[in-house]
């Protein structure tokens, strides 16, 4: 198996640009804890409210299991702070 003729190598590397991309999204998937949600650093998420903006009030916040618990977001990944802050920020109310 040390040798490949050149049709073998040809359809090999054929195969593989159709297999990587969907290995390159496996791996992904396993280093995020949710890949269909956005990184904080990227949505420019911080702990702290923007003047009377923060996730408590935002339409994207899912509750901790208190108001002043930690709870998730629908689109930015990890743990939110209802104190929290990022761009995607949208009142619950719009
Ligand atoms: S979209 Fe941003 S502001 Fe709204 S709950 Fe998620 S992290 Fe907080």
Redesign the pocket.
């Known amino acids: 198996m040390a040798h490949h003729s050149t049709g073998f190598t040809r359809r090999a590397f054929l195969e593989g640009a159709i297999v990587l991309p969907a290995l390159a999204a496996a791996v992904t998937g396993v280093a995020a804890a949710d890949a269909s949600k956005a990184p ?1 650093a990227q ?1 420019h ?1 911080q702990t702290s409210p923007n003047g009377n ?4 009030i ?5 509750p901790g299991k208190d108001a002043s618990s930690n ?1 998730t ?4 990944d990890g743990s ?2 209802p104190n ?7 009142p619950k109310s719009s």
């Open positions: 904080q949505m998420y903006m923060h996730c408590a935002c339409k994207f916040f899912i709870g977001c629908q689109i930015v939110i702070s929290g802050y990022c761009m995607a920020y949208t």
